[in-house]
T-cell receptor
Framework: AQSVTQPDIHITVSEGASLELRCNYSYGATPYLFWYVQSPGQGLQLLLKYFSGDTLVQGIKGFEAEFKRSQSSFNLRKPSVHWSDAAEYFCAVRGGTYKYIFGTGTRLKVLA | DAGVIQSPRHEVTEMGQEVTLRCKPISGHDYLFWYRQTMMRGLELLIY????????DSGMPEDRFSAKMPNASFSTLKIQPSEPRDSAVYFC??????????FGNGTRLTVT
C-alpha cells in the first residue's frame, strides 16, 4: 500500500531565507507525486506535480520539487520565502489506482 | 469555472442527528473524492467515485457513514446518527483522469 511521510510537523524560517520541506513516499512502482498548500479555512491548492520525465519540477509561487527515486523522496524547495508563504503544506502520492494518499502536513511559520 | 462547491460551509448539530454534506464537482471531472481532516488523523480518504460509481469505500469509518453520487454533478456524504467524534472538516475534491485533485473549501462539522 502507498504511504507518505512528512517528518517535520512544524518549520520556522525567516523571511528571505531558503526553504526545504521533506517528503518520503512508499510505493512499489513510479508514483505520481504532488505538493499542495492549505491556508487557514481554505481547501488545498496544488503547488506542483510529478508524473514522469524531468525529476525537477517547477510549480506556482516560485516553488520547485525534486523527485529522487533512490531516496523515495520528493522534497519541496523555495529559494527565498515570503511572509505570505506561511501555511500548511501537504505531500501526496497516487499509485496505479486513483487513490490519493496525503502526508500529515508541515506547518510553515515565517518570521518577519 | 466555479471550482468544487461544497455546502454548507459550517454545520453544527447535536449528537444523534442526521447530517448531510453536499458537493458539486467541476464539470467534466470523472473522479470525485471525499476526505476528512482532523488534527489527530490528518487528511483521510473516505471514498472515491469514478463516473458516479463508488470505487473504494474502505476509508469510510463505519456504517453510520454513507455516500452517494446520483449524477455527475452532485454527491452527498451522510452521517446517521452523528457523534461528537465525527467533528472534522470534510473536503470534497474532483479531477479528470490523470490530473491532480481540485479541492472545495470544505464543510466544518461540529457535533455537540
Amino acid at each position: 500500500a502507498q504511504s507518505v511521510t512528512q517528518p517535520d510537523i512544524h518549520i520556522t524560517v525567516s523571511e528571505g531565507a531558503s526553504l526545504e520541506l521533506r517528503c518520503n513516499y512508499s510505493y512499489g512502482a513510479t508514483p505520481y507525486l504532488f505538493w499542495y498548500v492549505q491556508s487557514p479555512g481554505q481547501g488545498l491548492q496544488l503547488l506542483l506535480k510529478y508524473f514522469s520525465g524531468d525529476t525537477l519540477v517547477q510549480g506556482i509561487k516560485g516553488f520547485e520539487a525534486e523527485f529522487k527515486r533512490s531516496q523515495s523522496s520528493f522534497n519541496l524547495r523555495k529559494p527565498s520565502v515570503h511572509w505570505s508563504d506561511a501555511a500548511e503544506y501537504f505531500c501526496a502520492v497516487r499509485g496505479g489506482t486513483y487513490k490519493y494518499i496525503f502526508g500529515t502536513g508541515t506547518r510553515l511559520k515565517v518570521l518577519a | 469555472d466555479a471550482g468544487v462547491i461544497q455546502s454548507p460551509r459550517h454545520e453544527v448539530t447535536e449528537m444523534g442527528q442526521e447530517v448531510t454534506l453536499r458537493c458539486k464537482p467541476i464539470s467534466g471531472h470523472d473522479y470525485l473524492f471525499w476526505y476528512r481532516q482532523t488534527m489527530m488523523r490528518g487528511l483521510e480518504l473516505l471514498i472515491y467515485f469514478n463516473n458516479n460509481v463508488p470505487i473504494d469505500d474502505s476509508g469510510m469509518p463505519e456504517d453510520r457513514f454513507s455516500a452517494k453520487m446520483p449524477n455527475a454533478s452532485f454527491s452527498t456524504l451522510k452521517i446517521q446518527p452523528s457523534e461528537p467524534r465525527d467533528s472534522a472538516v470534510y473536503f470534497c475534491a474532483s479531477s479528470p483522469a490523470n490530473s491532480p485533485l481540485h479541492f472545495g473549501n470544505g464543510t466544518r462539522l461540529t457535533v455537540t
